[in-house]
C-alpha cells in the first residue's frame, strides 16, 4: 500500500500536520552513508491551531507514531503496520527498542522490498534528522521543514530552515524528497551547536525585574517554576535541553559611576575562585529595559585596591563605592518555539557584605540570544520578554507570593541602602 498524506480527519486549518523523519546521519553530515539503511516517516499527533514554529522539542513521549511508512527509491513511500500498541519511535540516544523490535517484522513483511532496511546495523544508523510540519488548512497548502540541531538523552530539539508551498494531493514520499532538498539551507547554523545562536544588540542587557516583596526562599521557587515550564504550564516555552538551568554565587564590590553624565552606571568587580576579578560594566542614566553592559576578564588587582584601580584605567570617571554583596542565582534557560528567541528566568537573592544583613530578591527575565532559523526576527523581542515576565508574575501569583514587576536595578538597591537611616 502506497503512504499518502492522511486525510484532514480534525478539521480544515485547525491542526498542523508532523512528520518525523528518522534517517541515517549521512542525511546532515558528511558520512559514509550505511547500506541500505530505510528512510521512516513517522507521523505525530497533529497539533491544534494553525501558527508556525521555529523551534519544535520532541520527548519521547511525543514520538509515538499515527501511522509509519518507509520511503522508496522512486520517491514514494510505502506504509508499514502499527504495532497493537502505541509506541514511541525514539527514545533519547536510539530508536526505542519495542519500536524497533517491531520495525524489524514490519519491514520483512510480505510485499516489502528485501533491501528495506531490517538488519540490526542498518537500522542502528538511523536517527531523528528532520521534522515537517505540514499546513494544508488554507488556499495554497505548505511544509515547514525543521532539522535536528540538538539531541540529548530527554530529548531532540528541531529548528526551521526554510519552508515550501506544494499541492494539496501531495504523496507523502514526494514530500519529504521535496523537504530534503532544504536540509542544506542553514545548514551548518543547525549542525555545529556553537554556530547556533545570534545575539540581536550586542553589548545590551534587555531584562525585566520582578522584586519579591514577600521573604521567599529561592530554591523551592526556582524548582516550581522549572517544574511548571517542563509540565507546558508556560505555554510556547520549553527549557533549553541540556541546559534547563544554571547555578551561580558570586562575591561584588560594587561602585557607581557618577560623572560624566553620559558614562554614569554601575561598575562591579567580582571575584574569581582564581584569585582574578572579573569587571562587570553597566552604563545607564536610569533604570530601564535596555542597559549597556560590557565586561573585563581576568584581572589581578593586588590587595583588592580597586579605587587604585580605577583611578589607573578611567582617569575620566568619578566614582563612589557602594556596599559589597553576595549574591546567589539560579537561572532557568527557556526558549520561545514560536520566534526561537532565548531567554532567562533568574531567581536572585543578594546579601549585603555590610553586616547589615539587607537582602533584597528578584526574578529577572532577560533576553540572551536567538536561535538561528528560517525567519528569525529581532522586531519580537520585546513583546516574547513581556509575555514570559507575565507568565512568572502570574506563577508568583499563584503561589500567593506578593511582588512587584518593574525595572528596579541592583544599583538602585545599594543607592537606597547607602542612604541615611532617618532620610
Known amino acids: 500500500m502506497t503512504a ?27 558520512l559514509a552513508p550505511v547500506a541500505d539503511a530505510p528512510v521512516l516517516v513517522a507521523e505525530l499527533a497533529p497539533e491544534e491551531g494553525a501558527g508556525t514554529k521555529a523551534v519544535e522539542y520532541l520527548r519521547q513521549g511525543d514520538t509515538v507514531a499515527r501511522a509509519v511508512a518507509v520511503l522508496e527509491a522512486t520517491d514514494g513511500a510505502r506504509a508499514l503496520a502499527l504495532p497493537a500498541e502505541p509506541l514511541a519511535t525514539w527514545a533519547g540516544t536510539r530508536l526505542d527498542e519495542a519500536f524497533t523490535n517491531h520495525l524489524r517484522t514490519a519491514l520483512a513483511a510480505s510485499g516489502q522490498a528485501p533491501d528495506s532496511g531490517a538488519t540490526d546495523e542498518a537500522l542502528a544508523a ?23 540541531t540538538r539531541i540529548r538523552a530527554i ?23 521535496a523537504a530534503f532538498k532544504h536540509r542544506t539551507e ?12 545570534l545575539g540581536y544588540e550586542k553589548d545590551i542587557e534587555i531584562e525585566e525585574k520582578i522584586t519579591l516583596v514577600d521573604d521567599a526562599s529561592i530554591w523551592p521557587l526556582t524548582k516550581s517554576m522549572w517544574t511548571a515550564v517542563e509540565n507546558g504550564d508556560f505555554p510556547g516555552f520549553v527549557t533549553d535541553p541540556g541546559y534547563e538551568l544554571s547555578r551561580w554565587h558570586f562575591v561584588q564590590y560594587n561602585f557607581e559611576v557618577l560623572a560624566p553624565d553620559d558614562e554614569v552606571g554601575h561598575y562591579a568587580f567580582q571575584e574569581r575562585a582564581d584569585g582574578t576579578y572579573r569587571l562587570k560594566m553597566k552604563k545607564f542614566a536610569k533604570d530601564s529595559l535596555r542597559r549597556v553592559e560590557t565586561f573585563r576578564n581576568g584581572l589581578e588587582i593586588p590587595g583588592a ?9 578611567f582617569p575620566d570617571l568619578s566614582f563612589r563605592r557602594l556596599p559589597g554583596l553576595r549574591r546567589t542565582k539560579f537561572d532557568i534557560n527557556v526558549q520561545s518555539l514560536t520566534t526561537g528567541h532565548c531567554f532567562g528566568i533568574e531567581t536572585d537573592e543578594i546579601t549585603l557584605s555590610d553586616g547589615s544583613g539587607r537582602k533584597m530578591r528578584q526574578v529577572e527575565t532577560e533576553y540572551l540570544e536567538t536561535r538561528r532559523h528560517s525567519g528569525m526576527n529581532g522586531s519580537s523581542i520585546d513583546t516574547e520578554l513581556g509575555r514570559l515576565t507575565s507568565l512568572v508574575e502570574a506563577h508568583l501569583a499563584g503561589l500567593g507570593i506578593a511582588a512587584n514587576r518593574g525595572l528596579y536595578s541592583k544599583l538602585s538597591f545599594l543607592r537606597d541602602c547607602s542612604q541615611p537611616a532617618d532620610r
Open 4 to 30: 499518502q498524506l492522511p486525510v484532514d480527519d480534525w478539521g480544515v486549518g485547525a491542526a498542523v500536520a508532523r512528520r518525523l523523519v528518522l534517517a541515517d546521519a549521512a542525511y546532515q553530515y558528511t
Open 126 to 148: 538511523l536517527g531523528p534528522v528532520m521534522l515537517l510540519r505540514t499546513h494544508a488548512g488554507g488556499q495554497q497548502p505548505y511544509t515547514e521543514v525543521l532539522m535536528c
Open 155 to 177: 530529548g531532540a530539539l528541531f529548528v526551521r530552515v526554510a519552508q515550501f508551498d506544494h499541492a494539496a494531493d501531495v504523496g507523502l514520499g514526494e514530500l519529504v524528497t
Open 186 to 197: 542553514l545548514e551548518d547554523f543547525v549542525r555545529i551547536e556553537g554556530n547556533a545562536y
Open 305 to 313: 585596591d580597586f579605587e587604585g584601580y580605577l583611578a589607573r584605567e
